[in-house]
């Protein structure tokens, strides 16, 4: 992924938060992928891991509309996605996507539902999905832009990602065509 466009991505995203009500910390620890796949527009995401302890973590994700974040899932990481501002798209699978259609019980904005594995639930600012380990998902922005929360127990994003599409690599290969306009999680 260029460092040019993780210095425009960042542009925009400070942008929307700001526009929003959303003031980072002085220190915001920036994460911004293409998940490797070199197409950021169709498949990347903007983090800030706002808290990242022991035992929780909180995030702050930006996207653009129909920008994916893929199909995977964590084996320890139980977490809510939330939205903040717009609305988003997230399609839930009990397994492996494509081997289970079962109903299961998804809490949604705190209630429990019954959709049915692979079924996409949509979300609007205020609402959440709580995804415990092992349920597979991938989320879209429905909105222009969209400012997602991510609460959560213990993040681990270097081992804790389990993606199906076998080319992704958590964090991108960075070139660099330009200055970097802040360093990233992955730069150190
Ligand atoms: O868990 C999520 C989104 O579900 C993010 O925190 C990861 O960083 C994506 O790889």
Redesign the pocket.
């Known amino acids: 992924m260029k460092r040019s466009t993780i210095n425009q991505a960042i542009k925009r995203a400070t942008t929307f938060f700001e526009s929003n009500g959303w003031v980072l910390p002085h220190n915001a620890q920036w ?1 911004v ?1 293409d ?1 490797g796949l070199g197409d950021f527009q169709d498949c990347g ?1 903007v ?1 800030v891991n706002l808290a990242e302890e022991e035992e929780y ?1 909180e ?1 702050l ?1 930006y996207a653009q509309q129909n920008q994916v ?1 893929p199909m ?1 899932c ?1 084996a320890q ?1 139980k ?1 809510d ?1 939330i939205v903040r501002t717009g609305a988003m798209a997230i399609e839930i699978w009990k397994g492996v996507p494509g081997k289970n259609t079962d109903e299961i019980d998804v809490k949604i904005t705190g209630e429990y539902q019954k959709i049915k594995s692979g079924d996409i639930v949509e979300l609007k600012a205020g609402e959440r999905v709580t ?1 415990t380990p092992g349920l597979y ?1 991938k ?1 879209w922005p429905t909105t222009s832009e969209c400012i997602i929360g ?1 609460v ?1 127990t213990a ?1 681990d ?1 270097v081992n804790d ?1 389990f ?1 199906i599409n076998a080319d992704i690599g ?1 964090y991108s290969e960075i070139e660099e065509d330009e200055q970097p306009l802040v360093s990233l999680l992955s730069d150190h």
């Open positions: 994460d992928t998940f995401l983090l973590c995030k994700m974040t995977h964590h990481k977490e996605i995804l998902h989320f991510e959560s993040n994003d990602n993606f958590r």
